[in-house]
């Protein structure tokens, strides 16, 4: 019974850090959200679908909706992304994509989804993803935060003078206004946020849900 306790006692807890909510129980895997979304007829016509890790062939895409001043989605960078990047992805089971959804709630997100971008234009973004949010209590709190991204757009290795035009212009400030409209029109209301096999999931996951998700989309032969 004690062990019963302590089973039903962990699916009810829910951990909610600043603009998100990163659930902790297991993915009970009974039923997955009906109605699947197509997100690429939504975004018929668009130009850019967010940043992508592994095959383009893979058989499940995993969508993440991401702020990057969002605690929560800081602890998904440190608790989940790099199992689903080296269990998943690398494996050639699942394509990992990244789309920004900056909260209107948090003052600094915009300038670093956009220094993101930026650095994007030099094949960078997921050096710059990575500092980004490992550096996340840095730029959030007191002081000049564009200051702090060229810094980090320095230190991952990027052109300064064309990393300066780009932000100078505001080149992706559409972009990212597209991605974030493309958000609202499935459903997205929080972050983190996953859309998975067309199905959205309205918080955080982790690793264990999302690879009990990935198999039931795609059983492998082994199961």
Request: hydrophobic fraction near 45%; aromatic fraction near 10%.
């Amino acid at each position: 019974m004690a062990g019963m306790k302590g089973f039903y006692i962990g699916i009810g807890v829910v951990v909610v850090i600043g603009g998100g909510a990163l659930l902790r129980a297991g993915w009970v895997g009974a039923v997955l959200p009906t109605d699947p979304i197509d997100l690429a007829s939504i975004e018929a016509g668009r130009a850019f679908g967010g940043y992508a890790l592994g095959d383009e062939d893979a058989p499940v895409q995993v969508v993440e909706f991401a702020d990057f001043e969002c605690p929560a989605c800081r602890l998904l960078w440190v608790l989940t992304v790099p199992d689903v990047k080296q269990r998943l992805v690398a494996t050639g089971r699942v394509r990992y994509v990244f789309r920004d959804f900056p909260l209107d709630s948090h003052r600094q997100t915009r300038g670093a989804h956009h220094a993101a971008a930026c650095t994007d234009d030099q094949g960078l973004f997921w050096e710059m993803h990575d500092k980004l949010f490992a550096t996340q209590t840095e730029w959030t709190g007191p002081g000049n935060a564009e200051r702090r991204f060229r810094g980090y757009a320095a230190e991952v290795g990027v052109d300064l003078a064309a990393y300066d035009t780009c932000m100078t212009e505001g080149r992706h400030r559409g972009r990212i206004q597209a991605s974030v409209e493309a958000g609202l029109s499935v459903g997205v209301s929080s972050t983190p946020s996953f859309l998975i096999g067309g199905r959205l999931f309205n918080r955080g996951l982790a690793y264990d849900e999302i690879k009990a998700i990935v198999d039931s989309l795609a059983p492998i032969a082994s199961q």
